[in-house]
């Protein structure tokens, strides 16, 4: 039998290197996935918010799962939702800087909640989409103010609004979005 013997000076230094490349990779990771960016620049680097009036809060919206842009027809198993930085502001002047940081075109819709009604609980028309007719404003101009033809991913939009108090409902419309779960709640104090 041939017995080996390992200095300990060899494992201490395969220990530190092997700690090394796994800490390079986690923060290449972190970084790659917006970590290290500020929430006034897009997740690409495209474009930045300009400083916003009011009360901001930064909503990210995201897809997980294959995607068109991967060679797959759609979502294919994968999770869409809306995050909110925070979700009770003052009333008066909010802004939402709203950035997209999933792989297709999204929105973001602000439509008030009535009394009783809870986040999610829209009914989605044959068009795949729920209704507008009461919305407050939305952001989807790519890099840019207001409304557009929706958010590209990895960039940002934004929107300023005079809120009163209530509850209020953000959603991504676009076809099969609400219904893929892109929405949370806003509450106005």
């Given at each position: 039998m041939i017995e080996v013997r390992t200095h300990p000076r060899v494992v201490a230094t395969a220990i530190v290197v092997a700690l090394v490349l796994a800490a390079g990779s986690t923060i290449t990771l972190a970084f790659m996935g917006g970590a290290f960016r500020s929430p006034a620049s897009a997740p690409n680097g495209a474009c930045s918010a300009p400083s916003l009036p009011g009360t901001v809060v930064d909503v990210e919206l995201a897809n997980m799962g294959r995607s068109g842009a991967m060679g797959g027809g759609g979502m294919m198993g994968g999770t869409m939702r809306v995050v909110a930085s925070r979700h009770d502001v003052n009333a008066g002047t909010v802004s939402l800087r709203v950035a997209n940081v999933g792989s297709l075109v999204h929105e973001l819709v602000v439509l008030p909640l009535a009394a009783g009604?809870?986040?999610g609980s829209r009914p989605v028309g044959t068009d795949a989409k729920v209704s507008e007719d009461a919305s407050l404003g939305e952001a989807s101009n790519t890099c840019g103010a207001g409304s557009g033809d929706g958010i590209d991913p990895g960039a940002l939009g934004w929107v300023t609004l005079t809120l009163g108090r209530g509850t209020y409902?953000?959603?991504c419309n676009l076809a099969g979005h609400y219904a893929a779960?892109?929405?949370?709640?806003?509450?106005v104090n």
């Open positions: 009604e809870q986040v409902e953000l959603v779960g892109m929405y949370t709640e806003l509450r």
